[in-house]
């Protein structure tokens, strides 16, 4: 580079960082839990932070030991930071993480393929729509995706680079905590690509990771220190029906999804900068599958896209760990465009570089929370109604989205039918939280209907509380539903 080179490329450099800064950070807090899942890292979460146990998490009020505690032990800490849980508190390790694999991916890009393609990898990563999005949620993929990535790029460093073996540890202790957010699933990020890539070219110093001892005994000490703790308190029995249904379902589960969707969805995620699959595709392949540095890389990605695919159950959120290696290969490519470009085509690179990024800056800055409104304005509702009656048993019906739950900030134990007769006999005065598919069979039995949330969380879907015995205001004022 020039110095006038130079000089724009540090300029794009801080405009980057400050348009990725944007979307992970700007109004983190500002927006109710938009998911299932961010509620079910949240739950525990507060659970955590009210009683000081942090080894067996909570989830309204019961046992839930479906995911390893990771996340939760980190929310739980931002949470102390903040004083109390909230939006912010449980959605800053997601960003964070997100923060750290943009870091890494520059500086794995800038050592190995210059510095042109380690700013169009960032750039292309931030800009992409389920990496930007996670990086916004609390849930476990963004951190899961940081220890992932991590963890292969410490154990190439040490295959590419011919560093010290402390490389090796590094990558194992990653791992490590990798399967302490998620489980074994992390191994298919990083073991299983290592052991095509030494089979295939026969490399020595991939095969002195996968055997190094040490290293397995780190990943072993930490991976599985929170499972057999849990397993010496509770019994080894308590985890039957978690592979059962955590597991086994996903894999072979009566739901079956295309094997090919992840080959459809991927490329949609990173709009336009995929398109450069079109840019002279074979010459790009016969260049490249002779650089062990790429295929390395496509090999992490190609590995655990197979295995995924077989998967009954998909969902582009599971393979969230390939996307900064997709982002480097994007950025690589971009990067030699960048070079050999007339100067006019250069601008038009540098100028959507930017405004790729810049766009998701916009939309979480200013058009987020308008969009999603319908899908969280309840939450600020209910969470203001329910604080009113503290004093009264809350349930609901057959089953609840556990957002609620979470702004309930206390259980809320599900009835069947069952059970509802058993509670209005042994409990005069409660209330009942019935979503929509059950309203007509509580109508018929209720006393009173008290509140309804419309719309909740979906713009057709309400969600109605139903009073029974003194639950229901005055008689003057009683909506009668029976």
Request: with cysteine.
């Amino acid at each position: 580079m020039n110095a006038n080179e130079q000089k724009l490329y540090r300029l794009l450099c801080w405009l980057t960082l400050l348009i990725g800064l944007v979307c992970f950070f700007w109004g983190l807090g500002n927006i109710p839990l938009l998911s299932l899942n961010e509620a079910r890292r949240a739950i525990p979460t507060q659970a955590m932070f009210a009683s000081g146990d942090w080894l067996l998490p909570q989830l309204n009020g019961e046992l839930y030991l479906t995911k390893p505690p990771l996340l939760y032990w980190l929310t739980t800490a931002t949470s102390h930071l903040f004083g109390n849980v909230n939006e912010w508190s449980v959605r800053l390790p997601s960003a964070l993480a997100a923060a750290v694999v943009v870091f890494a991916a520059y500086r794995y890009a800038l050592r190995r393929f210059g510095p042109w393609a380690a700013l169009f990898a960032v750039q292309v990563l931030i800009a992409n729509a389920t990496f930007a999005r996670f990086a916004r949620r609390a849930e476990i993929e963004m951190l899961l995706t940081a220890l992932c990535f991590g963890a292969l790029l410490a154990a190439l460093h040490f295959v590419q680079e011919q560093t010290g073996r402390r490389w090796i540890l590094l990558s194992y202790l990653l791992l490590g905590l990798a399967i302490l957010t998620k489980g074994p699933v992390a191994l298919l990020f990083v073991t299983l690509p290592l052991l095509v890539y030494a089979l295939v070219y026969r490399e020595t110093r991939a095969w002195q990771v996968l055997r190094n001892p040490l290293g397995w005994g780190i990943l072993l000490l930490v991976g599985s220190s929170w499972f057999l703790a849990v397993s010496l308190q509770m019994g080894f029995d308590i985890w039957q029906t978690t592979v059962q249904r955590d597991i086994m379902e996903k894999v072979q589960g009566a739901t079956s999804y295309p094997l090919l969707d992840y080959v459809l969805w991927i490329p949609g995620d990173f709009l336009p900068a995929s398109l450069l699959l079109l840019a002279a595709p074979l010459a790009t392949w016969r260049r490249w599958k002779s650089d062990q540095r790429l295929t390395v890389l496509m090999i992490a990605i190609a590995a655990p896209l197979l295995i995924f695919s077989v998967f009954s159950y998909k969902h582009t959120k599971y393979l969230l760990p390939i996307y900064p290696l997709l982002a480097l290969l994007a950025g690589k490519r971009l990067g030699e465009l960048m070079e050999t470009a007339r100067p006019a085509w250069r601008r038009v690179l540098l100028t959507l570089g930017l405004l790729m990024p810049l766009s998701y800056a916009g939309y979480f800055a200013v058009a987020e929370a308008r969009t999603l409104e319908f899908r969280y304005v309840a939450l600020m509702q209910f969470e203001q109604w329910i604080a009113g009656v503290r004093d009264m048993p809350v349930y609901s019906y057959i089953g609840l989205q556990e957002r609620p739950v979470y702004y309930a900030r206390r259980p809320i134990p599900v009835l069947d039918q069952e059970k509802l007769e058993q509670t209005r006999m042994q409990q005069p005065s409660f209330l009942l939280l019935v979503e929509n598919d059950h309203l007509d069979a509580v109508a018929q039995v209720a006393d009173c209907k008290v509140r309804e949330f419309d719309p909740y969380l979906k713009r057709k879907k309400t969600l109605t509380i139903f009073g029974f015995g003194a639950a229901c205001p005055s008689p003057a004022n009683h909506d009668k539903t029976g």
